[in-house]
Structure formats: C-alpha cells, structure tokens
C-alpha cells in the first residue's frame, strides 16, 4: 500500500438521511457553484474556496482504491472561503460521512467520532481528530464517501463529495470480502433460492462455542435481535439457510417483509405467491404473475427485508448481519437496516404466518420438479467435535465416493462386504437409510397431493422398510458399539442412548399414522414425516462425525474387526428374526419412473408392519 495525490472531490447535490434515536432527518444539499472540479496535491480549489488534507489518504495500487483503518484519525481537513465576506449570515460548515442509499442521488450518513460541525472565522476553519465509527465490510462493502458542506442561516449554499474511502477494522477484512465476493458472483440475479425443509422452521438451533478453559458452551438461538446474530456467528452451524422465507419466519420479530404498494396495494395471498415466484419456486398451483414481471421502480427492488431495530446491535453483530442478507440482496430483493430507511411506496408485510403455510403447501409440488434444486437438511449439521471432526473430513470425503451400485440387497450376511472397514460398513448403511428416509418422504410429500390407495400402500411398504433396516441397525449399535465404546470412555454414549429412544417413539407414533393412513391426515403425516427426517439426518451426522472418529483412535485395527463382524452379525440377526413365520416378499421402491435418483436396492419387506 502506498499514497498516491488523486484524492478528489466533487459537486454534490444530495440527499443526506440521518437517524438518531429512532428519529431521521433528510438533510438536502444543494450547490450554486456547480464547477468542474480540480485536483491537485489533494487540494481542491474551485474560484474562492479551496479544501487542504493535512496528509494524505492512503492508495492500494494493488486494488485501486483510498483505504483507511477504522481507528486511525483522518487527515485533518482544512476549508478557506475568501469572498465570505458577501454572506452576511453565520457560516458553518458541516462534515458527513456516508454510503450510497437505496436510490440515486440518497445517502445514508454513517457518522463520524469528533467535532463535525465547525464555525468559518475569517473564511476559515479545520475539522481535526475524526475517526470512522464503522466499516465497509459492515455496509456490505460499500465505499464512504465524505461530504462537506457550508450553511449560511440554515441554507446550504455549496457541498462537495469526496473519493470513496474503503474502511476496514481487521487484518483479514480483505480476505473475508473477497470470500464472500466471489460467491455472489457464482449467484446471477436470475439463480433461484434452493428451497429448504419447513422442519426447519420449528428446529431448535443452538450455537456451541469453547470457553477459555475449553468447555463447550451452548447458547440457544432464539427469535431476537441476538439469536439472528448467533444464528450467523454459529460454528457449529454449517451450510445456513439464509433462504428468505425461512429467516422471516425464524426470525419474525426481528426481520420483516416490505412491498411495493404501487404493484400489490393490498396483502393477499396472490401477493405471497408472487413473492415465492421471485424466490425460483415456480409451481403449476401459481397463478400467472407476468403482469407482475419487470414492472415497477427501477431503481428499487420490488421486495426489501427489513431489520426492525439494530440499536442494541454492536458494530460486530451489524457487521455479521450485513454480511448474511448480502446473500439474498439481487434485483428482486434489497435490505435495508432500519425502516427509516426504506423507500417511499413500500409498507412491511403483516401475515408471516400465511407466508409460512404457503411456502409448506407449495413445498410439497416443488420437491416433484425435475429440475429443483433442494436443500436436504442434511446440509444443516452441527458440528459436534471440531478437532476430531477436521481430522475425520478427507476420511468421510472419500467414504463418499464409494459406489453402491454393487449393493443390490439390505439383507446382510457375515459373508457380504468381507472387505469393508467397520468405518466404511457405517456409512453403507446409513447411506441405505437416507435414501430410504428420502423415498419416505418423496411418500408423504405424493400424498397430499393425491390420496390415492396405490400411493398410500406405497407409503407404508417403505415406511416398513425403514422401520426394519433401522431397527437392526440401532439394535447393533446398542449392544455392540455403544458399550463397548463407554467402557473406553465412560458417557460419550449417554445422548445416543436417548436419541435412540427417543427416535423410538416418535417412529412407532408415525407408524401409527401411516398404518391407520386416511386422507385428512396427509398433512400431519407430512409435517411428521419431514420433522423426524430433519432430527434422524442430524443424528446420523453426529454418529459419523463424533463417534466414528473415536472408534477409530481408541481401538485397535483387531478390535474393530471383532466389533465389524459383530455389528454385522447383530443385524443380520435382527433382520432374519423379523422375517421368522412371515410371508417375504421383494419389493423395489420406486416413486418416480426415473430411477436416476432413487437406490435400486431390494429389501426385505414385512406385508403387515412392525409389530406394535
């Protein structure tokens, strides 16, 4: 970094919107002596009156552009004004700083620590001892911008803008905007929000954080100004939703939904499905919305999501939001951090509760597109062992890769997969569940669209399915992994323990449902169906990245032979014993003609259900 003399200013003529205790002010800048303006030494002159830095700005030649560190003060600034003897007035002249608004010609002022208003004696004053009370990276990026500007009794009668200045606190803030700038350019404004499971609406999140003693501590995310900062803060948190439909409905009472009066005066549901439309979730059940289609302001986007209060907020919680909602912002979607500054002809949205049930009604036929992209809610995982977790990542990256193709039966043997690491056998058999989970939900997603018996007898052909291979497989876990891990390390397995009973019963109540399946229930079975997926998707994923780790480091490569060809020995056995003075039969799963996303495997089947 080195200096460079081209800092410049120039005429402005503006908008200067400033909000002090919940109270805003547009302060507008007008300008008589609109002249071209001059550079020299950073110096600007125009005929009578001239703008001295004591030093300069700082200039990256690598970026291109005037930096400054948050706490250093600012050059001092010096202004001369030699016909201020034709104003017969007071002179005062007044220091802004500010970053572009949501419209042309506006700026939202961001303020400054120091004196910003200076009386002109004999033509002359200085500001000295400034600083910057906030960074780019908490503006979403965006450069400030000083403006000064000279009042005569109230009247502006000249104001000029600076270069923008990139503002920065950290000494990585470089390295974290070009991160996050190069995954917005990944995402056109055109790319769709990939869609996300309604179970997250009623999830529990938490953010696991270690004390300075290396204790974990947990802190529960809840529906506030805090728990939306947490919810981005969360390491243990990876892959975040940031869909807009679900931070609204989490997070209701600190974000909301504001539209454009002149394109939807009234909040209906045509409205909210308007809104999903732009969202990407095209759905045959919407109505025509072309009408709707690049009409409006082009200036302003057609929807804004709006942060109901930062005043609590601290400069790093600002920060981390501004950073996330830079995420949704594109054409159709703008953010703003305060309703004072949202545009005019825009009123928030009241009826989240209806954006939530539209978007779970709607949910279900988007999951049939071909084309749709979904988010699992596998990819939201909590990250329960950072240590063993990173060490475990090139490990479960290649496990991944394994091919299943070879796979053609759940119905497993000592003799089957002699050659699998126990490590290895794990993610099989989970993978087998996944895509059994999946299919069950692919089930109860068809069923309430349509009620039909070959559905419903289909929905519980892979519900029974699901219930036998995870039956045996937790059996085994049980009575094999579990104690023999404890003996190893006394109480890693308690919560296990009680995930597994407590999976127990919410599957047997489940069960209940699709056994005694009738129309009207469809929508609970859904919502059960995608709740206890949501949970058991999580819950595999802490198997896999918690105690798989620990198998591996405290026993020997012997011992955990032994303990393989008891897992598999265990769960043969269960599956065999359920079959025991019942009819089999094979059944091939299958709830699409196109199989290119579905397992091909075969499993043995019980005609009437888990026993009960």
Known sequence: MNSLKNFSWEVCDATVISSVDETTSNISLTNDWKKKTTTEHCDFAVDSFRITLGRDFLYDSVKKEFRWHKTWCLPQIQIHLENYHQYSGNLLARLHCVIPGVSRGQFEDVGLKGHT????????CSFSRLRFVSTSNLHGGKKFHLILSVWCDSVCILAYMSTGISVY???????????????LEERTVETPFRVFSPSLFDRDFVKKVNDHKGHTVCEKIDNSVAGLVNYFQAPNIRAKCRHPVFLLCKFNNVLSLARNLNLFPEETKE????????LGMVSDNFQDHSRHKDVGSITHPRWFIILKDSKSLSDEGKRRIAENMRYIECRMIGFVQSPLLLPEHYSPVQNIVLLRQLYER???SFLLSSDSKVVNDIEIQEKWDPVESSQWEDFVSNIETISNSSHDSCNISIESYTTETLAE???RIHQQIRQLLFQLTDGATQCVREQSPELVDRLKIVYRS????LSAHAHAEDTVIFPQLAKKIPGITEAYHLDHFMEGRELASLGDMIENFFPEMANDVFRKVTSFSARFLQHMEKEEEHLIPYLVHVFSDHEIAILKERVILETSNVLVDSEKGKKESMIEVAWTEDMSDLSTCRYFVEDSGPSK
């Open 425 to 427: 056998h794990y993610f």
């Open 271 to 278: 409205m909210f499905h308007c809104f999903l439309s732009d």
């Open 169 to 183: 606190s950290r000494k990585d803030a470089d390295k974290k905007r070009k991160k996050a700038k190069d995954v």
């Open 117 to 124: 208003l200076q009386q002109l004696i004999n033509g002359e």
């Open 362 to 364: 709607c949910y279900s």
């Open 466 to 469: 699901f219930f036998r291979l």
